[in-house]
């Protein structure tokens, strides 16, 4: 293949990649959802103030309704806020950018692992691949910060690759994989594994004078960035994720497939829960692997998916089968053959150890060595065509394929998403906050918490003083900031009151009252003579927010 | 122990559709089993009639009417060996009584279009910005292709052999019957890795693939899904039989006696699960 040629490829994947993330980004998903609201929040009060929300000054991990968020994604939107302002492009922009930054990376590591038969192919082919995978793009449209953590990752392993050949690189090695630890829950676990990992694979190397002296130093710095998280691990705050969803905590949770009404003889055999931890967690582990879930029915979460499609697309089934029976067998692909399986078999074990079936975010690391082997089976596909006829089949089928897919990425993403989901992304509060600026400024408001945490929502799209917001919003001083759990049920944000509607006092004087179709129903308006003042429609033509004014006369 | 341990596993099945079914329905899941076990004798008897009792099957299962023909179809390519005769009479006894049992088998089949299905396809096209995009991804024939894939997945997904799906997927129109201990998929995983040893395998590949291509155009596939049961069995055995020639036979046993105490478990739990 001739220089020109696989630079071209690359580029074009790069760029399809930046066309696929960037279309519409801020603008598709219309809506911003809680979380990403949260995270855009934070981030604009430690600009303002240098202390998130809460009023903790520069925090390890942050505070975020009833867990905690990790760091680097909100520190990376801080100096982005001063440039694009605070909005939603904006939260989603350090998703997109690492996105992007993930795929000459991984094209780099990938010629470093594969063996000189595939040194062009697979590279190029997987690259490719990412750039047009549904997995990946989700999360570079979205504020996510797996995608980010998965660049740290990739990056990390390339730099290790490349110190096997020139030591220094180890030190740029450590810093990448230690900045990718606080960077997504997940990677708490996958990161370290991967580590160790690739230290057993060569520690013959490792171990040797040449290497000694980087290694040791890269140890030190990578500790030293761990440090701040090393100093609250053990705090509440850092482990309420890990304790809340996973599946050994049978205190919390009933383990699944328990069976009720049994003999109080059975009950220790049939319910034993070593069994059922057991074999939930190895369901779990064997579900990132099948095909059912991998091209059909995708993350069940709203946010985590788009509308008909899946994590891959099914035009991929034939050739992950057959790359998969390549990637065991063929024991010439040497290191890239580690590396994959050694991602592979890692890769969902943060995501097994949660309740959730097929959770996209929590594995997305492992759409690296699924796209590998996705790549190995076109290649071994192709490499069976003897006939010329059929080669040139496989390349239009292939062409047709790749045309249907953007179509699909753009019906689901832009269509069917905007359409169906709106209400899953928080859609109209941006209407909402626009409103409350238009309103009589001397009555007060109340905005209902019945089903959702609006204050966020209101704190994010009317850019709320956020000193102002620490003053009047007291909820947990710094010293107990990691350790106390509780929360606070109200908000006040000057005129505003955010809490739930009491119709027996509020009604009696004169004030706006915002809530979602439920809490504010057609017959509380006829009842207690409410003046309809807007409401704001989810695309599919469902009221999502009433404001009305109270008429106490 | 070891052949009460594959004597475990075989059984799980069976029993699970024994517990769920009234002795009338069995006859129906249970017989097109018993064909393709004949049929595997006189396969192994090297007798020409060995495909006769898979072409009886749709006369028991009407559903199952496409597996002879997928069968007869498969065999044109994949036993080369057969004379052109053989399977032109083949397929052609398959396909008319294909045509025999065509009302009963598509009534059931994913060929039957519900109301509902197409009015939301017609209600999806009014989201596209232009009618050759919104015909592309929403038509008719999309709700046949996404039966057809949901169900093909669902045939070769590991987690419907041995966990009955996700454990906290609702069982919802199938009943989702355990149908192998769930450490079963270690064997069943050597197997299929070192498939390349199984004796009579052409057989079997033949059955496992006619049978999953069948069912795929079934709506509700489940417990006729049970013609399998005997391919599946005969890989399961095969695995037991790799995994018996591991040299460290240390850790041999000890999964032994893992099998053995997870199978009594989940054993026992069948009777409560279909009381």
């Given at each position: 293949?001739?220089?020109?040629?696989?630079?071209?490829?690359?580029?074009?994947?790069?760029?399809?990649?930046?066309?696929?993330?960037f279309?519409?980004?801020?603008?598709?998903?219309?809506?911003?959802?809680?979380?990403?609201?949260?995270q855009?929040?934070?981030?604009?009060s430690?600009?303002?103030?240098?202390?998130?929300?809460?009023?903790?000054?520069?925090?390890?991990?942050?505070?975020?309704?009833?867990?905690?968020?990790?760091?680097?994604?909100?520190?990376?939107?801080?100096?982005?806020?001063?440039?694009?302002?605070?909005?939603?492009?904006?939260?989603?922009?350090?998703?997109?950018?690492?996105?992007?930054?993930?795929?000459?990376?991984?094209?780099?590591?990938?010629?470093?692992?594969?063996?000189?038969?595939?040194?062009?192919?697979i590279?190029?082919?997987?690259?490719?691949?990412l750039?047009?995978?549904?997995?990946?793009?989700?999360?570079g449209?979205?504020?996510?910060?797996?995608?980010?953590?998965?660049?740290?990752?990739?990056?990390?392993?390339?730099?290790?690759?490349?110190?096997?050949?020139k030591?220094?690189?180890?030190?740029?090695?450590?810093?990448?994989?230690?900045?990718?630890?606080?960077s997504?829950?997940?990677?708490?676990?996958v990161?370290?594994?991967?580590?160790?990992?690739?230290?057993?694979?060569?520690?013959?190397?490792?171990?040797?004078?040449?290497?000694?002296?980087?290694?040791?130093?890269?140890?030190?710095?990578?500790?030293?960035?761990?440090?701040?998280?090393?100093?609250?691990?053990?705090?509440?705050?850092?482990?309420?994720?890990?304790?809340?969803?996973?599946?050994?905590?049978?205190?919390k949770?009933?383990?699944?497939?328990?069976?009720?009404?049994?003999?109080?003889?059975?009950?220790?055999?049939?319910?034993?829960?070593?069994?059922?931890?057991?074999?939930?967690?190895?369901?779990?582990y064997?579900?990132?692997?099948?095909?059912?879930?991998?091209?059909?029915?995708?993350?069940?979460?709203?946010?985590?998916s788009?509308?008909?499609?899946?994590?891959?697309?099914?035009?991929?089934?034939?050739?992950?089968?057959?790359?998969?029976?390549?990637?065991?067998?063929?024991?010439?692909?040497?290191?890239?053959?580690?590396?994959?399986?050694?991602?592979l078999?890692?890769?969902?074990?943060?995501?097994?150890?949660?309740?959730?079936?097929?959770?996209?975010?929590?594995?997305?690391?492992?759409?690296?060595?699924?796209?590998?082997?996705?790549?190995l089976?076109?290649?071994?596909?192709?490499?069976?065509?003897?006939?010329?006829?059929?080669?040139?089949?496989?390349?239009?089928?292939?062409?047709?394929?790749?045309?249907?897919?953007?179509?699909?990425?753009?019906?689901?993403?832009?269509?069917?998403?905007?359409?169906?989901?709106?209400?899953?992304?928080?859609?109209?509060?941006?209407?909402?906050?626009?409103?409350?600026?238009n309103?009589?400024?001397?009555?007060?408001?109340?905005?209902?918490?019945?089903?959702?945490?609006?204050?966020?929502?209101?704190?994010?799209?009317l850019?709320?003083?956020?000193?102002?917001?620490?003053?009047?919003?007291?909820?947990?001083?710094?010293?107990?900031?990691?350790?106390?759990?509780?929360?606070?049920?109200?908000w006040?944000l000057?005129?505003?009151?955010?809490?739930?509607?009491?119709?027996e006092?509020?009604?009696?004087?004169?004030?706006?009252?915002?809530?979602?179709?439920?809490?504010?129903?057609d017959?509380?308006?006829?009842?207690?003579?409410?003046?309809?003042?807007?409401?704001?429609?989810?695309?599919?033509?469902?009221?999502?927010?009433?404001?009305?004014?109270?008429?106490?006369? | 122990?070891?052949?009460?341990?594959?004597?475990?596993?075989?059984?799980?099945?069976?029993?699970?559709?024994?517990?769920?079914?009234?002795?009338?329905?069995?006859?129906?899941?249970?017989?097109?089993?018993?064909?393709?076990?004949?049929?595997?004798?006189?396969?192994?008897?090297?007798?020409?009639?060995?495909?006769?009792?898979?072409?009886?099957i749709?006369?028991?299962?009407?559903?199952?009417?496409?597996?002879?023909?997928?069968?007869?179809?498969?065999?044109?390519?994949?036993?080369?060996?057969?004379?052109l005769?053989?399977?032109?009479?083949?397929?052609?006894?398959?396909?008319?009584?294909?045509?025999?049992?065509?009302?009963?088998?598509?009534?059931?089949?994913?060929?039957?279009?519900?109301?509902?299905?197409?009015?939301?396809?017609?209600?999806?096209?009014n989201?596209?910005?232009?009618?050759?995009?919104?015909?592309?991804?929403?038509?008719?024939?999309?709700?046949?292709?996404?039966?057809?894939?949901?169900?093909?997945l669902?045939?070769i997904?590991?987690?419907?052999?041995?966990?009955?799906?996700?454990?906290r997927?609702?069982?919802?129109?199938?009943?989702?019957?355990?149908?192998?201990?769930?450490?079963?998929?270690?064997?069943?995983?050597?197997?299929?890795?070192?498939?390349?040893?199984?004796?009579?395998?052409?057989?079997?590949?033949?059955?496992?693939?006619?049978?999953?291509l069948?069912?795929?155009?079934?709506?509700?596939?489940?417990?006729?899904?049970?013609?399998?049961?005997?391919?599946?069995?005969?890989?399961?055995?095969?695995?037991?039989?790799?995994?018996?020639?591991?040299?460290?036979k240390?850790?041999?046993?000890?999964?032994?006696?893992?099998?053995?105490?997870?199978?009594i478990?989940?054993?026992?739990?069948?009777?409560?699960?279909?009381?």
């Amino acid at each position: 293949m001739s220089k020109k040629l696989k630079l071209t490829i690359l580029v074009s994947s790069i760029i399809l990649a930046i066309i696929t993330r960037f279309y519409k980004l801020g603008e598709a998903p219309k809506g911003l959802y809680l979380d990403e609201a949260g995270q855009g929040y934070s981030a604009y009060s430690i600009l303002k103030t240098g202390k998130d929300e809460f009023g903790k000054a520069f925090p390890i991990v942050f505070r975020s309704f009833t867990d905690f968020k990790t760091p680097v994604y909100i520190y990376l939107i801080v100096p982005l806020i001063p440039i694009f302002g605070l909005t939603k492009f904006t939260v989603r922009f350090p998703s997109f950018l690492f996105s992007i930054l993930t795929l000459p990376f991984l094209y780099l590591l990938l010629k470093k692992i594969t063996p000189k038969k595939y040194k062009e192919s697979i590279p190029l082919l997987t690259i490719f691949l990412l750039a047009i995978s549904p997995w990946h793009i989700l999360f570079g449209r979205t504020n996510f910060e797996c995608n980010v953590a998965l660049f740290f990752l990739i990056s990390g392993i390339y730099f290790f690759h490349k110190g096997l050949s020139k030591p220094k690189n180890l030190i740029i090695s450590a810093i990448l994989l230690a900045i990718a630890i606080p960077s997504y829950h997940a990677q708490r676990l996958v990161t370290p594994l991967m580590v160790l990992i690739l230290f057993i694979r060569h520690k013959k190397n490792l171990l040797s004078n040449r290497y000694l002296k980087p290694l040791i130093l890269g140890g030190v710095i990578a500790l030293l960035i761990s440090i701040p998280t090393l100093s609250v691990a053990t705090t509440p705050g850092f482990l309420a994720r890990a304790r809340g969803l996973n599946i050994f905590s049978a205190d919390k949770h009933t383990p699944s497939g328990t069976l009720n009404q049994l003999p109080d003889s059975i009950k220790p055999i049939a319910n034993n829960k070593i069994f059922l931890i057991s074999k939930e967690f190895v369901s779990l582990y064997i579900s990132y692997f099948s095909p059912r879930n991998m091209f059909l029915l995708g993350d069940y979460g709203p946010r985590s998916s788009f509308p008909e499609l899946s994590t891959f697309f099914i035009w991929q089934l034939p050739f992950y089968l057959l790359g998969l029976y390549k990637i065991i067998k063929d024991k010439n692909l040497k290191e890239l053959r580690y590396f994959t399986l050694a991602m592979l078999l890692i890769s969902p074990l943060p995501a097994a150890v949660t309740h959730d079936p097929y959770s996209s975010i929590r594995s997305l690391q492992m759409v690296i060595p699924l796209l590998i082997i996705i790549g190995l089976g076109l290649i071994s596909f192709w490499e069976r065509l003897r006939k010329k006829l059929s080669k040139i089949a496989f390349l239009i089928f292939l062409f047709l394929s790749i045309i249907h897919s953007f179509g699909k990425l753009y019906s689901s993403i832009i269509i069917l998403n905007e359409y169906h989901r709106a209400n899953e992304w928080d859609y109209g509060w941006e209407e909402v906050a626009q409103t409350i600026k238009n309103l009589e400024p001397n009555i007060p408001i109340i905005v209902d918490t019945a089903r959702h945490g609006p204050y966020i929502e209101l704190l994010f799209f009317l850019k709320y003083d956020p000193r102002r917001f620490q003053n009047d919003n007291f909820e947990v001083s710094p010293s107990e900031y990691y350790t106390k759990m509780t929360r606070r049920d109200n908000w006040n944000l000057g005129n505003i009151k955010i809490r739930p509607i009491n119709w027996e006092y509020d009604t009696i004087k004169q004030q706006y009252l915002i809530g979602d179709r439920l809490a504010i129903s057609d017959g509380q308006i006829q009842e207690h003579n409410l003046k309809l003042v807007k409401e704001i429609y989810y695309p599919n033509g469902i009221i999502a927010f009433k404001i009305v004014k109270t008429n106490p006369n | 122990m070891k052949k009460i341990i594959i004597f475990l596993g075989l059984v799980f099945w069976p029993l699970g559709l024994y517990l769920t079914n009234q002795t009338n329905k069995l006859w129906v899941y249970f017989s097109p089993a018993l064909l393709i076990l004949a049929s595997f004798f006189l396969y192994k008897k090297k007798s020409k009639f060995y495909p006769l009792p898979i072409i009886l099957i749709p006369l028991v299962d009407s559903k199952l009417a496409l597996f002879p023909v997928i069968c007869a179809a498969l065999l044109i390519f994949t036993h080369k060996n057969h004379s052109l005769k053989f399977k032109a009479i083949f397929i052609f006894i398959s396909l008319l009584i294909l045509f025999i049992v065509r009302k009963q088998f598509i009534s059931q089949s994913i060929f039957k279009l519900e109301y509902e299905s197409k009015q939301k396809i017609l209600r999806e096209i009014n989201l596209y910005p232009n009618p050759l995009f919104a015909r592309i991804y929403q038509n008719k024939a999309k709700i046949i292709s996404d039966k057809m894939i949901g169900n093909l997945l669902a045939l070769i997904d590991p987690g419907n052999y041995f966990f009955s799906f996700h454990p906290r997927e609702g069982i919802l129109v199938n009943k989702n019957l355990i149908k192998y201990p769930f450490l079963a998929i270690i064997p069943f995983f050597l197997s299929f890795i070192g498939i390349k040893m199984v004796k009579h395998k052409r057989f079997f590949i033949l059955i496992l693939v006619s049978g999953i291509l069948s069912l795929t155009f079934i709506e509700i596939f489940d417990e006729s899904d049970f013609i399998l049961w005997l391919p599946l069995a005969y890989f399961y055995l095969n695995g037991w039989k790799k995994l018996s020639l591991n040299k460290n036979k240390l850790s041999t046993y000890l999964f032994y006696l893992l099998f053995l105490l997870n199978s009594i478990i989940e054993l026992s739990r069948i009777f409560f699960v279909y009381k």
